[in-house]
């Protein structure tokens, strides 16, 4: 859950002062994303999503966010269209803060993703490589390959910590991941975080709307087939689920085929996926004081699946 | 803020069995009400408020306050009407807690209400008190005159820790309140809690909706005016806002005039019910762990009140 910024009434109507939008008939706080507040809006011409951002997300990144999301709503993907003021930007502020009103999208995210699931999720992922194609803002994936070692080093004791000899395995995983790590392959606008909770489904189990890009980035576009991989296809006990993953590619292949190198790459894609988010966990565990609202997501998860993979996954028979 | 109970999209699934609304579409935890868990629920038939009941509502209580909303919601009241299950219940249980579905309201509520939100608010109160009448629920108001001495005992020490001194004032306080209140007014269904958070208006300002009626007791009419001067009419210094004042209670008198006795008994019904959330508050502070994710309200905010009571108010010349 997330709310972090208090917005009071008169708040809000100075701030739809800015927008076409016309009066606030109902505004609610809502559980929805970890890093910024967001706010269930409703006024006389619909209803909508406000967005403050808060901690990580750069301020000078936004419009690349912002205009990524109109760049896919104008090529019809389920994604939240950005709302301009009456100036025509659709970058505003609130309480001093950077803020935007995005639409609203129906749709409900799946706790434990069957794999019918995964396969509708698969083919929403590479919808969205297709329809991002041509976007031109760009973003260096600044938690990508080359940001792990430097992130490492900064974090080692929080590793030891947490499992007595950890370290050195994943120095030893690093430099594979360094000498392995493809560098050939198809590149592209990335959402780098399709977790399940940043899909929407129908009720049908259609794939219905994907949210949250505010890790997307120029990327390869197996890599975040790898990172989907990685969220939404290993049980609860750690184990990988090959059919899920078989039926999140399929569904991928619907729309786009991975070509023969990237379905090569996908193993070490994968098991480098798990340390960008092992490393990003292991830094929120290690930066969180005691007692803190936000409670950290478990490194040690993404440690095990990271094992998983150091065996090597045989994705394709 | 207060999403405690965690639903799945299949818990969702189906809890929503039992009821004849169709598909789920959305659904959203939101920030609202402090003691249970809300969420927003869209379904091909409309959009409702799914309600988890957590902490201090006992469950047992829950058909006195469901049957109360549709009490009201059949007499034209602006609150939220209670879906029945498939089978007409409208109590219902998920995740083995007590559940209800009601109605979505929409409004807003203000954060510093203005003399004119006032006047509206009184006038809904006061519209409330007169939907009530006739409903055969009975609930005798728990955190009444009668139990505050006790109350206190349990948390004198808390007491003082705020603030060296403050027992024995408040000692003297309730000495005087079990002396001089009055037992001899008209009393019926109240509100109890009618607090500017549980009370929406209309973006033109006009009374929209009241909320969050799971303090509603039988206790009388003029006390539940006296629990909304003291959480509508003073300032954040400490003042108190005798235009506010005048302005709720000339709404209130709109639609259901004060007796004499009423208004003689409003001076030391505003002490008391300053008393009534001194005391819970003062309870839920000397009771919430450090760190904890809740944040209990300052005690002495009430205090503050109960020292501008002490010197009785003059509200009607």
Same mark, same amino acid.
């Not at 997300?57 to 966010?65: I, M, N, R």
């Not at 430099?175 to 392995?180: G, N």
């Given at each position: 859950m997330a709310v972090y910024t208090d917005i009071t009434d008169q708040e809000l109507e100075a701030f739809l002062e800015g927008y076409d939008l016309g009066a606030p008939l109902a505004f609610k706080g809502i559980a929805e994303g970890v890093e910024n507040s967001n706010f269930l809006l409703e006024t +006389?011409?619909?209803?909508?999503?406000?967005?403050?951002?808060?901690?990580?997300?750069?301020? +000078? =990144?936004?419009?690349?966010?912002l205009n990524m999301l109109t760049w896919l709503a104008d090529r019809g993907y389920p994604s939240a269209r950005p709302i301009p003021t009456r100036s025509g930007a659709t970058l $505003? $502020?609130?309480r001093g803060k950077p803020a935007a009103i995005v639409e609203f999208l129906p749709g409900l995210s799946v706790r434990k993703p069957t794999a019918a699931?995964?396969? +509708?999720?698969g083919e929403g992922l590479a919808w969205l490589h297709l329809a991002g194609e041509g976007y031109p803002g760009r973003r260096?994936? =600044?938690l990508g390959q080359a940001a792990w070692s430097p992130l490492f080093s900064k974090h080692r004791k929080a590793? +030891?910590?947490l499992k007595p000899g950890l370290s050195a395995t994943i120095d030893n995983d690093l430099?594979?991941? $360094?000498?392995?790590w493809p560098r050939n392959l198809p590149t592209g606008t990335i959402h780098a975080d399709y977790f399940p909770d940043n899909v929407f489904f129908q009720s049908n189990g259609k794939f219905a709307a994907a949210i949250d890009f505010y890790f997307a980035c120029d990327d390869a576009y197996a890599y975040d087939v790898a990172v989907t991989l990685n969220a939404w296809c290993f049980e609860a006990d750690g184990s990988f689920n090959i059919t899920a993953a078989k039926a999140l590619l399929n569904g991928y292949e619907r729309r786009r085929p991975l070509s023969p190198i990237e379905k090569e790459a996908l193993p070490i894609l994968a098991r480098g996926a798990a340390m960008r988010f092992f490393l990003t966990r292991l830094a929120d565990w290690g930066s969180t004081p005691a007692g803190a609202l936000v409670r950290p997501k478990d490194p040690l998860e993404y440690e095990r699946k990271l094992a998983v993979h150091r065996e090597g996954l045989v994705l394709f028979a």
């Open positions: +006389e011409k619909g209803r909508y999503i406000l967005t403050v951002y808060e901690r990580r997300v750069k301020a +000078e =990144d936004l419009p690349y966010f $505003s $502020s609130l699931h995964c396969r +509708e999720a260096a994936n =600044d590793a +030891e910590d430099a594979q991941l $360094s000498l392995m």
